[in-house]
């Protein structure tokens, strides 16, 4: 994959934001102090920033912005710990996040690019501030609508039966999500890691049949990344990613003039290709590409095509 992207940078400014509830979420910047703002919105809910993030952008052109959402990755408290209470962990909250930290870096507009749940919380938070959005790009789009959520937690064990028992014996709760959203929260840290580890050997199952992935398996992360992890998509699908059902394609027309790219694999099981679909359709100025050999964790192909889209809006 190294080919397909920039060379690694490091951070030029970092920091962390006081967000208020008890909340700091860590920030940096890389790339050119002066050049077009982007801001990375990370998958998971939970999964947090990498370095490979950065390599996706021209360091000569953008100015690249980073974060940690609430609860995982660098900014505090984590989620991983039971004490932390996420009451004030909602999509409301992390879309106030990204508002508040535009400000804080004194950005204008600025270009969002994100995957999975990034999309999402991208997503909404264009759609309420359209006008601080100059491009979108994304990968793997989803809305986590509850469908899709059903989808990901229930549907998929047709095509996976003895992992979806495995996955399904984690907790004794007859509802999975809230049964397992109370285990990633037990004080017992043996429940929790038994919970973590189930959660995300369910979701490894779900890209397995990827084809020549580049990225690596949920379980390769530490244990206090996937503890913090497990608990947030618990958190948040138990509660529809706290959005009022289908509301981000209902509104995609607030996106008009925004240009965007969308980019997703058909064979994505996880977040199958309808929902992109139904998103370009609403949102006329989006372009959907559709890469026929790639699932979920995407392929060189998609990380290059992404990559090119980046350099054409720099350039534009």
């Not at 994505?268 to 964790?297: I, M």
């Amino acid at each position: 994959m190294a080919d397909t992207l920039h060379p690694p940078i490091e951070p030029h400014d970092r920091g962390m934001l006081d967000v208020g509830d008890g909340n700091l979420v860590y920030w940096e910047v890389c790339g050119a102090p002066e050049g077009k703002p982007a801001l990375v919105v990370h998958g998971g809910p939970g999964s947090g920033c990498t370095p490979a993030h950065r390599r996706l952008f021209d360091p000569s052109r953008y100015r690249v912005v980073l974060f940690d959402q609430r609860g995982c990755g660098r900014s505090t408290p984590r989620a991983g710990d039971p004490a932390t209470d996420l009451a004030h962990n909602t999509t409301e909250h992390l879309v106030a996040d990204v508002e508040r930290l535009r400000e804080h870096l004194g950005v204008e507009r600025w270009l969002l690019s994100g995957a999975s749940w990034g999309s999402t919380l991208l997503l909404a938070y264009a759609e309420r501030h359209p006008e601080r959005v100059s491009e979108i790009v994304i990968t793997a789009v989803t809305t986590t609508r509850r469908s899709e959520i059903d989808w990901l937690y229930r549907g998929l064990a047709r095509f996976f039966p003895a992992e979806w028992a495995a996955f399904r014996a984690g907790v004794p709760d007859a509802d999975l999500l809230p049964g397992y959203r109370r285990a990633l929260a037990d004080p017992d840290p043996d429940v929790r890691a038994r919970a973590a580890l189930a959660w995300h050997a369910w979701e490894d199952a779900t890209i397995s049949l990827d084809r020549a992935a580049t990225a690596p398996p949920y379980s390769a992360r530490p244990l206090p990344a996937m503890l913090d992890r497990a608990r947030l998509c618990a958190h948040y699908f138990s509660e529809g990613a706290f959005l009022p059902e289908g509301v981000l394609l209902r509104e995609a027309g607030r996106l008009a003039g925004i240009p965007g790219v969308l980019l997703h694999g058909r064979l994505d099981l996880g977040s199958p290709l309808d929902t992109a679909w139904e998103l370009a359709r609403a949102w006329p100025d989006a372009e959907l590409v559709v890469f026929e050999d790639s699932g979920h964790s995407g392929t060189q192909a998609m990380t290059a095509r992404k990559r090119a889209a980046l350099d054409r809006f720099a350039r534009g």
